[in-house]
């Protein structure tokens, strides 16, 4: 039971970071299979700062000094850094 | 100008320069540059001064004021194709490796050196400022889908330095330390090595790598006792992300020299309330009128509304007035036109921007032409046409820029006709012909285009 809790958690959380990368980045191309959030420009200095700013509005609070910027490069690397700001 | 030479002679001991863990004194600099300067003696033209942050690009600069040759900035990130076409413009004929960094290839009739080329100095060239002497030349986005050169001359740059450390805080600030953040080719870095070296100032010359992580750029504003850091809004607003990005970790931080496209209002609230004792100083104008030409600290009232002040018109470096709604400049800090083109029938120069002026204070409302400002860049969105539709895969290209509720330009996008299969190609193809800044996030099909920008682009 908890451990499909978690699971559903998980899964809500990935919607919402990608509903917010979708919004902030202006496209669903970052959605696609292997993409490179950074490489490909998608995730912009602007995209970048709008991100970090709906996060926090969102109790999640992501410090730019703290983070490895590579993290940024996929959505699971991003779902990971948001998993461990929350644990 | 006469600040520095009494900087060099009484206290060559003092550094003058940061860069990693190279300090170079003011002494060391001066000597540098006598060097540099009779080499360039031998020959004419304007100076390309091809690096990034290194220490030799301010070298380089101080060497061709002495040996009155104009320098233009070449950042190791601007792409071949426009620095040759920057090159051709204005006639140069010779290119400094001042960061040792080659070329990733040659460029026809113009002959590359480095430091190690340059012979001892036999002796040095006197300070002689004349204030029609061109200082530096500087490239603007173009409708033609050339790059425009902006000569700035000695006298341009004096007023633009007298005017900005007529502001106490800012020139007490800065006679501590100077923190760089803006690429030595982008004008808004005069600011900050003008301030440094006007009031002996150590320069802290920051690398990419240094601003993406955030921390060592945060350890070198802390490391100083007092400091000036000038940069975009849009970086103040990535380093507003941080909370150690405040007072209670940074307390040398005094004075923060805004300019190059609007501060946000949220993001001066933040940092204000941050930074309680900080002076937020907010700045505007082209690369034309010499960095900027009006500024004023911002106070609680004038947070009460969007956009934010970007001067007042009593203190300003020239002469500032309205015509049919077009922000209009005129005085010494402006320039006598761009190289190769006719020179314009009147001094005063028409930015293009929008403004308003209410209670002597100056406001900007956006641009009047198909120019747009991204990320603190003025960008002619026809140069990124031009550029698409110059490869063999486009035959019709539009652009246009996506804003947010503010008008603020968030991103651009391109729609393209035929649309390739594959959009990375598009990419790599248009970072030789433009800057990283100036390559468009998405692209789209042009049957997509929206029908509002449509009437736009056909309408021009």
């Not at chain 1, 899964?11 to 509903?19: A, D, T, Y």
């Not at chain 1, 669903?28 to 970048?48: H, M, P, R, T, Y």
């Not at chain 2, 603190?376 to 539709?389: H, K, Q, V």
Request: proline share 7%; hydrophobic share 40%.
């Amino acid at each position: 039971m908890s451990a499909y809790c978690k699971e559903n958690q998980k899964n809500e959380l990935e919607e919402r970071i990608k509903q917010l990368l979708v919004q902030v980045c202006g496209t669903e191309q970052v959605l696609e299979e292997g993409i490179n959030l950074l490489d490909s420009g998608l995730l912009d200095s602007l995209a970048f700062i709008e991100l970090l700013t709906e996060l926090e509005m969102e109790g999640i609070s992501i410090q730019p000094t703290q983070v490895d910027r590579r993290c940024f490069c996929t959505v699971e690397g991003i779902l990971q850094l948001v998993q461990s700001q929350l644990s | 100008m006469h600040h520095l030479e009494r900087i060099f002679c009484h206290s060559p001991q003092k550094p003058a320069l940061r860069w990693g863990s190279t300090v170079m004194t003011y002494g060391q600099l001066y000597e540098e540059a006598q060097q540099l300067a009779e080499f360039l003696k031998t020959g004419s033209g304007p100076l390309l001064v091809y690096g990034h942050k290194h220490p030799r690009m301010i070298v380089a600069f101080l060497a061709c004021l002495l040996s009155k040759r104009p320098w233009m900035p070449c950042d190791l990130s601007m792409p071949m194709a426009r620095m040759e076409a920057a090159a051709a413009i204005c006639g140069a004929n010779q290119l400094f490796l001042a960061e040792g960094i080659a070329l990733p290839r040659e460029i026809e009739e113009i002959s590359s050196f480095s430091w190690e080329d340059v012979p001892p100095k036999t002796q040095n060239q006197p300070f002689s400022f004349q204030p029609d002497t061109v200082a530096y030349i500087m490239f603007t986005s173009g409708t033609t889908g050339q790059p425009k050169a902006i000569p700035i001359t000695l006298g341009n740059l004096e007023n633009f330095a007298q005017w900005l450390l007529s502001y106490d805080q800012l020139a007490s600030a800065a006679s501590d330390c100077v923190i760089n953040q803006a690429s030595l080719s982008f004008d808004l870095s005069v600011a900050d090595w003008c301030a440094a070296l006007c009031t002996g100032g150590v320069l802290r010359l920051t690398t990419n790598e240094e601003q993406q992580k955030l921390a060592p750029f945060f350890a070198h504003i802390a490391e100083a006792e007092g400091c000036f850091l000038a940069c975009t809004p849009t970086f103040l607003r990535l380093c507003a992300c941080d909370s150690s990005f405040c007072s209670r970790c940074l307390p040398g931080l005094r004075a923060i020299f805004l300019c190059g496209e609007p501060l946000p209002r949220t993001t001066a609230q933040l940092v204000m309330k941050r930074f309680p004792q900080t002076v937020l100083f907010h700045a505007y104008g082209p690369t034309e009128a010499t960095c900027a030409v009006c500024g004023l600290p911002l106070l609680p009232q004038h947070l009460e509304q969007e956009p934010l002040p970007v001067g007042q018109i009593s203190s300003a470096a020239v002469n500032i007035t309205l015509r049919d709604g077009e922000i209009i400049l005129d005085g010494p800090s402006v320039f006598g036109g761009y190289l190769g083109q006719e020179p314009p029938a009147s001094a005063a120069y028409a930015t293009g921007d929008l403004g308003r002026i209410e209670n002597g204070l100056l406001y900007c409302l956006g641009r009047r032409d198909k120019q747009i400002k991204y990320m603190g860049y003025r960008i002619d969105l026809n140069e990124i046409r031009l550029a698409l539709e110059a490869l063999p895969q486009v035959q019709q290209a539009a652009v246009i820029a996506q804003r947010d509720s503010h008008g603020v330009v968030r991103r651009l996008a391109a729609y393209l006709s035929p649309f390739p299969a594959e959009t990375d190609d598009l990419r790599r193809a248009l970072s030789e012909p433009l800057p990283a800044y100036m390559i468009p996030q998405l692209f789209f099909p042009l049957e997509q285009l929206p029908v509002s920008a449509n009437l736009k682009t056909q309408g021009g």
